[in-house]
């Protein structure tokens, strides 16, 4: 019962707001294997596990194409656009903090079980954040944060002070690492990144 209590307080957020320079074209947009596109896909598999789920994104094309998806709102973030961790703190000044599962739109190779893990483990210890790991490194863009008003300001506190890394916020907050199928967790940002991700 706690599990299910503890999930039902759970929301999602997808990072979909890169330039994607370095790929020539939107990331999110890219048509996906199993159909839709990348940002189709893993906004589906949030929905298949009962989340609520909000899209950050600097391109009003992403909520056309949610636009009539039950259970998913789109966030247009305005310019200058600094980057997923300023993007995060623009919702959370808007919405009110809690659980929020965060995943990037550039991990096409995720499935279900992978994100099954996550909440799992985070529901074991509700109050500390849980970081995927590919088994050399973490992938801190793929995990369950518990937002509370002290999580918040540590967060801001490293914007303010010029710090938009995600990993110089992580190494501020308690968090553990749960080790994930390194497939899964590739990403591409590159036509060469692409190249390798469908070998």
Known sequence: M??????????????SGG??????HDKAL?????????????TGLLIELGLPVKVLSGHPGHQQQLLLVPGVE????????????QALNRLLEQHEQGPLFVAPVDMPNLRLGALQTLI????????????????????????????????HRVLVEELNQGNSSWNYWLSRIPYRSVTLPAIQLLNANSQVDLAALQR
């Open 30 to 42: 890219m048509p996906h294997p199993a159909g839709g596109t990348w940002l189709s896909h893993i």
């Open 120 to 151: 799992s483990s985070w529901q074991q210890q509700p109050d500390i954040a849980v970081v995927a790991h590919d088994g050399h490194r973490l992938q801190p863009l793929l995990g369950i944060y518990p937002f509370s008003s002290r999580l």
């Open 19 to 24: 330039q994607s320079r370095r790929m020539g």
């Open 2 to 15: 706690l599990r299910l209590l503890q999930q039902r307080y759970l929301s999602a957020c997808v990072l």
């Open 74 to 85: 789109v966030f247009v973030e305005p310019p200058p656009w600094d980057g997923p961790l």
